[in-house]
């Protein structure tokens, strides 16, 4: 109570930056009094909270919209790609080298657990310590082992990368197709467009052919700014207008064409390289019908010659690709289909026919003993199931070529959708970590979105953590013979 017999309270509203001190008669005013002023200042505060958050959601929807305004500036300035000029040549550049990292000690010690224990028991247990030098003796000797193997396979690959740039820099088509494939791989669009491409390399025409998926209109972003509604309290999203949505829909495609054929000319310098047909498809699901489709709605073709002269960062895109006399049937927005200039041909030397293998076996197969090619053709075969149901395909590679990879996945969705590897592998205990490192290192290679590492043995707690990291699913043997018997693969088993 002060000397005027009054009560008083200090109150502060950090948010707002104030304070105030509140006076009264009695106890129960001053509680009352109180309370009505931090109930004020907490509607205050919420709205002031809101407000912000809709400022802060209106700054990233204009920086989103920014990005996509200027992704044919952004794609021309970023140069040589880090990694890509080997040997200090930013003339010719060239995708890295890149391999799995190099197994550790760790990981053979989780396999062979010494004993816990043996400082406070081995004095009234002898046998305690001979167990734990021989787990640590299994440990360096399993380590030794799998770092000899490392190196050969690290060496072999080496020495086939090395070989294959002799290939590329001497001219041969099956090397310009695999770095076109890796310039591809390496685009890093906004929001993901992009991902999905495929291109090929003709060697009598010296062309190439891409083939990508555009984003959707519907997946275009068309938010451009977020506004707070003090009197209803609720934050609204302010939208392009139509026309402005039909103009901006048709830059930003213009822009994903031209980004790409710079890329593809830009960072594969060979001279073999003369000319770059692009098409540029468009699936989901049409507004004028309601029903799904698959169009390819631009295409155009450019010699390197005309293309190297254009000044990129100052081109209206739309312009441009009118005057490198691209085809559209009117605007793009109404995803009218073209013939494409030159269709692309999806053939991969890398894959193979998938046999039913299971025919050659009795009537019930253990698939923890099956033979490691016949392995990879049951899995493949049952992916091939698992991916048909909405319209993906799945290829097996061949056994010389497939570089950590042996299946390859393309799944249509343009959501959860584009590149996926499987590599399948019969372990009969646990799987270390390093399984799932070089599924992860082929990811990135190919530019996968996901991988599945399936396998007969166990993974180890490790293994399990990294994949969740990495999007990368695990098929342990029994999961495996449940995938293989939902699926009709019922003459399957499992016995370790």
Known sequence: MGASGKYQQLIRSDLLREEKVIIARTKAELRTKVDQQLRTWKQQETQLVDAQAAEIRTQEAKALLLTLDTLLQQEVRKGIKPGWNGQGSASFPYPPFLFEPAPTYEESEQLFPPPQGLFFFAPFQPGLRKQREEMIAHAQHHYQQKVAEYKELRAKALNEYKAQRRAYEQGDAGAIRWVLEQVLAHLNFPCGYGTLCKVDFDEESEEAVVKMFFPHVDEMPTVTAHRYIRSRKVIEEMRLKARDIQDRYENLLAQITLATMFRVFHDATTQRLQSVVFNGYVQGIHPATGRLFKSCILTVRAKRTEFEALNLERVTPTKCLRNLRGLTAGPLIDLTPVQPIRVLQTQDDRFVETEDVLTNYPST?????????????????????????????????RPSSDAGVDAVAFDPDPIRGGKIIIQAKRYQDLVPKSAVRELIGAMGIERATRGYLVTTGRFSRDARELASEHNVTLFDGRELLHQLHTYGFLDATFQQ
Do not use: Q
């Open 365 to 397: 197969v253990n698939i923890a003993t099956m033979h490691w090619r016949d392995f990879e053709h049951l899995i493949a075969t049952l992916f091939n199931k698992i991916f048909e149901s909405f319209g993906g395909e799945v290829h097996l590679t």
